[in-house]
Nanobody
């Protein structure tokens, strides 16, 4: 599975961005798809995940502001980010886990995209 993340950019605080992650392969619908982020000097942290059944889970820091969704027909997962804050600034990575279940740690994810930069100015 190859993952290609896109949609990052520079936005003012309070603005919105939608990230996309396009996946190759015919088994996309059975994978759990997650978004993680990494700010300079910090560890990679969990943002959101959607399981193969469509169940979702979010980090407390983004709950109510971010929405993860998937389109299995397009092999794509999305992260809609609203009410962005400067502390959301990071490189955002999408990841895929074959087990299909909702997980929030990095180790179960076998496949990772290249990352897309999100910068939120104050």
């Amino acid at each position: 599975v190859q993952l290609q993340a896109s949609g990052g950019g520079l936005v003012q605080a309070g603005g919105s961005l939608r990230l996309s992650c396009a996946a190759s392969g015919r088994t996309f619908s059975s994978y759990a798809m997650g978004w993680f982020r990494q700010a300079p000097g910090k560890e990679r942290e969990f943002v959101a995940v959607i399981g193969w059944t469509g169940g979702t889970y979010y980090a407390d820091s983004v709950k109510g502001r971010f929405t993860i969704s998937r389109d299995n027909a397009k092999n794509t997962v999305y992260l809609q980010m609203n009410s962005l804050k400067p502390e959301d600034t990071a490189v955002y990575y999408c990841a895929a886990a074959r087990n299909g279940v909702v997980v929030t740690t990095t180790s179960p994810y076998e496949y990772w995209g290249q990352g897309t930069q999100v910068t939120v100015s104050s």
